[in-house]
């Protein structure tokens, strides 16, 4: 128990600090980190092979796509850092507060009841038999979602020049 | 059958794609021009085709969590309808074969996309389905890669996929509570606990991320931007299905068949209908630009749509699918001609138009029985509809909201007049001397929607009882 | 419905909801186009995290993975489009401001 709340803290506390820290490679890499504790959870929660799906894309293919795609983009110049540095340290002062202030009016949710049925089926164990046979559906999808994502890539990516309509 | 429909497509694509592709231009256009009939021609012969005993091996791919009753064939026709015009339109307006290649590509994926949606019967897949139809549809605005479509494609991105993350915690969280994700399991889960924190706040974060999707009022940000900055095939889409489909249509279903009617949510419905009606209208009153003022007059006509589902009585269930099928068809017509007026004089500001009926008087014709349609003017179809609306909800007892539909006709009536007028009548506007009609596939598809309209309209009593009654049966558990 | 398990749920769940509000104060405060994606991808952390929960607690965790899987495809897909949006826009513009988003009016 004190495990997971001291994953959950450092999970919370690396979102934040991605967020307000000014560098947009140190904020790719609280968003890796914040993958990686969602992957050490579902391992401790018996799911092991969403826990690596998770760690392998997400942690690995996702950060890997920001930090190609923050390398292809200059950052802006510098005379206008030093005015944008000022004026977003007043916007994102009020984050940790905020973050503060959510958890604590999330509290107040925790006394309310809630009723959960529980249905007693006949569960597969495999996850990979419950994707095959009772899923197909969404493997299908699945397909299909690749198929958009391959074509989305060769027609936003390639440089070209296009009129305007 | 219910499979074929999504599994045809793939085949479609993978063969397309296997050999040369550019080459393959050609016949990609006439096989999917094909596909789109064959599922016209399905939903009307559906007693042969859907509900035929023999093509039960067919049809047992996936049945666990496909099927389609009345409500979904209706869907399914203005589907492939509206991707029909889409595609004919791609061919006029995209010239560069490779971008038409890829076009027809990704309107076969959105169509799987949609098909699924308007099939699935449970709420994991539908998540799926519409994350399909979402990310086909960012790829096809932005894919002309004009600076206004990037905007109007970012925009679209980022407000959907906050809505379908509000989904996903909805379904989490119907999950815990009922142990499963199917419609009739969630259906028979939620009839005995609608007191529960937890599932009323799940069933209003779902229906504020429909409202997202649909395009509702307080949440409408992103589809003028990307109904507008869309290239025109697109348009056409966007606003003839992919928005009724996504938010709309499965607003419908689940409230219908998951969620149950009661007098919150009821009351919710018919407000953010309402409000989406008056505020639209009076927003496209003040347009400049042709296919904005068609974006809000959207926004409000579905306004129109919700407002008849939350009357919760079978005629207002009715008359909102009798209207999500007429607002398909005159929007579709509306946004043809806006692509024609575009093409050809090369401009939809309004004020830069005018006089446009001399020199392009199919376009023109039509467009008037559009919008006479949309304002509800007997007897085409859309005065039906707005009747069937306003009794179903006088007779529900909200007479308050029935009024005020009908005063809001007035507002509809008044900026798609403007609109007419701006754009079609007057003087000939300088600049335009050489504008020709658009060409034959424009003035094809025109007549053929408008004609739609006109027999919808003409032939009520019989297309009411033999099409739209049976819908009424989603209502029974 | 014991107590133990219930104490868990309750802690996991406040954690998600500072981390869901962490990702909307990203995606409403940042100037820059690539951190409101990054906003978005905080967001659907949480929703996972929410799940895996979820799935724990019901004793369904194979349903759950298969859940996971397809979410976390979709989701790669989501950023690979997103990021080609994105990517086009500072083509045109030289520069990732969201303020310059602003063209279209009205």
Known sequence: MILILTLLVIMVVAAVWGVMVRSLLKTAIGLAVVSAIVSIFMFRFNSPLAAVFELSVCTGLITVIFLSTIGLTKPISGEQLSSVTKERLKRYRYLPLWIICSGVMALFLVGLPITIIFVQRTVETDPRHVLWNLRQLDLFGQIIILLAGGFGAVMLFKEREDNEW | MPSLLILVPLLEIIFFNLFFGIQMTRIALWSAAALFVFQILAVLMHNYFFYNPGLDRINSFFTVHLGADRLALIMLFCIAAVCLVSLIIGRYTLTDKKQRFNFINVLIIAFIGMNGIAMTKDMFSLYVFLEITAISSFILIAFRRGRASLEGAFKYTVLSSVATIMMLTSIALLLFTSGDTSFPGLQSALANSKHNYVVIFSIAIFICGLFIKGGLMPFHGWLPDAYSSAPPAVSVLLAGIVTKVCGVYTLIRLVTGVFGFSPGLNALLLFVGLVSIITAALAALGQTDFKRMLAYSSISQVGYIILALGSGTGLGVIAAVFHLFNHSMFKSLLFVNSAAVGLQAGTTEMDDLGGLSSRMPVTSVTSIIGFLSASGIPPLSGFWSKLLIIIALWSAGQHFYALAAALASILTLAYLLIMQRKVFFGKLAPGLESVKEAGLGFSLVSIALALVTIMAGLFFPAVFVSVFEPVKQILLP | ?106
């Open chain 3, 1 to 106: 419905m014991s107590g133990d398990v219930l104490v868990l749920f309750w802690t996991f769940v406040i954690f998600i909801i500072m981390l869901c509000a962490t990702g909307v104060y990203c995606m409403l405060v940042t100037r820059n186009m690539i951190k409101v994606l990054i906003g978005l991808e905080i967001l659907n952390k949480g929703v996972t995290l929410l799940f895996v929960v979820i799935g724990h607690i019901t004793k369904q965790e194979p349903l759950v993975q298969a859940f996971v899987i397809t979410m976390i495809v979709i989701e790669v897909v989501l950023i690979v489009v997103a990021g080609g949006v994105i990517l086009s826009v500072y083509r045109h513009d030289e520069s990732l401001d969201v303020d310059n988003l602003r063209n279209l009016k009205g």
